[in-house]
Nanobody
Framework: QVQLVESGGGVVQAGGSLRLSCAASGRTFSNYAMGWFRQAPGKERELVATISRTGASTYYTDSVKGRFTISKDNAKNTVYLQMNSLKPEDTAVYYC?????????????????WGQGTQVTVSS
């Protein structure tokens, strides 16, 4: 069983930055791809960014390209999401997820484990 715990959310003004962290339990974190998703009120959960097992391959949704960076530290069993130039439309609950393969996926249904989420609020 894998447990994922997100942290780093909060309230920030537009243009500011936050770094989200997701710590995973278990010894096999390094074998798996990870993703960050978000869900705003009244909207469906959507992919933000995803990263392969080794971190060599990443994917970002168009709206965050050039502003967000996903990274993975296998030694610390942690995946990060650095968010810069935040906009009010980035306001959402952010979730990390683990996919039990080496390769990332853009489909949320391909992920096997989910964290509880952390709230990010960007004020204008």
């Amino acid at each position: 069983q894998v447990q994922l715990v997100e942290s780093g959310g909060g309230v920030v003004q537009a243009g500011g930055s936050l770094r989200l962290s997701c710590a995973a339990s278990g010894r096999t974190f390094s074998n798996y791809a990870m993703g960050w998703f978000r869900q705003a009120p009244g909207k469906e959960r959507e992919l933000v960014a995803t990263i392969s097992r080794t971190g060599a391959s990443t994917y970002y949704t168009d709206s965050v390209k050039g502003r967000f960076t996903i990274s993975k530290d296998n030694a610390k069993n942690t995946v990060y999401l650095q968010m810069n130039s935040l906009k009010p439309e980035d306001t959402a609950v952010y979730y990390c997820a683990l996919r039990r393969t080496s390769y990332y996926s853009t489909n949320l249904y391909d992920y096997n484990y989910w964290g509880q989420g952390t709230q990010v609020t960007v004020s204008s």
